[in-house]
């Protein structure tokens, strides 16, 4: 099957697709690429891997105890939380989606496994970001930052239902 990668093309079948969700299998790199800057305000991954450190650190996990319960492999979660352009498996997402009973399809966004077309939620993401502080030590401003992200990713999983 000749597939085709005009990113016109792409961009116009890729709107149609679910909403304003975009999942145009591997083409979904290219296509965010093709977009230029001006298709987020924030690199996929770093809100996904922020996310993850996160929730690990709130239920006081060692890396291999989370991955474990997640039942993920070690080695993909130390990149998750490493390595921001780091893009992780489709089926850790789902793991990870599942062990935290956050929306899947919100967490494939924030993973860069497919593009979002909605301001609001680049908005809350990248706010998110900027509201946690890296290290190892769970602050309070940490654990708000959480709660009101995770909060809006279960409020959105409603509004969709």
């Avoid at 690199?43 to 929730?55: D, K, M, R």
């Avoid at 990149?79 to 935290?100: F, G, H, K, M, N």
């Avoid at 609001?120 to 970001?129: G, H, I, S, T, W």
Wanted: net charge negative.
């Amino acid at each position: 099957m000749k597939m085709n990668n005009d990113p016109a093309w792409l961009q116009r079948m890729a709107e149609l697709e679910d909403g304003c969700f975009v999942s145009v299998g591997g083409w979904v790199h290219a296509l965010e690429k093709a977009r230029g800057p001006a298709g987020t305000a924030l690199t996929p991954g770093l809100a996904f891997s922020q996310l993850v450190i996160l929730a690990r650190r709130e239920r006081e996990l060692a890396r291999s105890t989370f991955a474990s319960a997640a039942d993920i492999a070690l080695t993909e979660l130390v990149r998750i939380e490493t390595e921001p352009d780091y893009t992780p498996s489709s089926r850790a997402v789902y793991q990870l989606a599942r062990y935290l009973g956050l929306p899947e399809r919100d967490l494939n966004a924030l993973a860069g496994l497919t593009i979002v077309n909605d301001q609001e939620f680049a908005d809350r993401a990248l706010q998110f970001v900027a509201r946690s502080k890296p290290g190892e030590t769970m602050t309070g401003e940490d654990r708000q930052a959480l709660q009101t992200f995770v909060g809006y990713l279960l409020s959105r999983e409603k509004q969709a239902s």
